[in-house]
């Protein structure tokens, strides 16, 4: 398997309103597609597919020299079902490639969170000791009133970023 190229899934996959998506201009770009052929065979997929591919495929628009042209996003299983009538070693290496760069994606993100919490979990225990020492004496309650505030930044902080920030990346140049 070491014969077929490392995508950077950042570069393909981006992470929006909490669904892994890709879009046809990134898709034609890896597979070596015209983007209007690409976009025909999308078309003739999504009618194949019935209502399923209502939940997998969104036709939207990029801007290009003043006009707007069309183009799809996709979730991974659209991805999946997209290039399986895909054929040759290159489709099929880029297809290999692409499932494991939307599973690294996935597994970043599960570990991202899972450390965010872990961290959340540990700052309200802190914050729950800080007030019951505060509650026991006078000097405590000083202590806790110091450490409350910060505990709280602190708190609000980690639960920011438990909803990591993925942008989205523009189309190749190549491509558009």
């Given at each position: 398997m070491?014969?077929?190229?490392?995508?950077?899934f950042q570069d393909f996959i981006s992470f929006v309103d909490g669904?892994?998506?890709?879009?046809?201009?990134?898709?034609?770009?890896?597979?070596?597609?015209?983007?209007?052929?690409?976009?025909?065979?999308?078309?003739?997929?999504?009618?194949?597919?019935?209502e399923w591919a209502f939940h997998n495929f969104v036709e939207c628009s990029y801007?290009?020299?003043?006009?707007?042209?069309?183009?799809?996003t996709m979730t991974k299983d659209g991805y999946a079902f997209l290039v399986?009538?895909?054929?040759?070693?290159?489709?099929?290496q880029h297809q290999i490639a692409y499932i494991v760069a939307f599973g690294s994606m996935e597994a970043y993100i599960e570990n991202q969170a899972s450390g965010i919490r872990y961290r959340i979990d540990r700052n309200e225990l802190e914050e729950k000791d800080s007030f019951r020492r505060g509650s026991v004496h006078g000097r405590g309650l000083r202590v806790r009133q110091l450490e409350a505030?910060?505990?709280k930044i602190e708190h609000d902080a980690l639960t920011a970023k438990l909803q990591p920030y993925l942008p989205m990346f523009d189309a190749p140049e190549s491509v558009q």
């Open positions: 070491s014969d077929f190229p490392v995508l950077n669904r892994l998506i890709t879009d046809s201009l990134k898709v034609a770009a890896v597979h070596g597609k015209r983007h209007d052929s690409l976009l025909l065979l999308i078309r003739k997929r999504i009618v194949e597919a019935g801007e290009k020299g003043g006009r707007s042209w069309p183009m799809f399986g009538r895909m054929t040759g070693k290159l489709a099929v505030p910060v505990l």
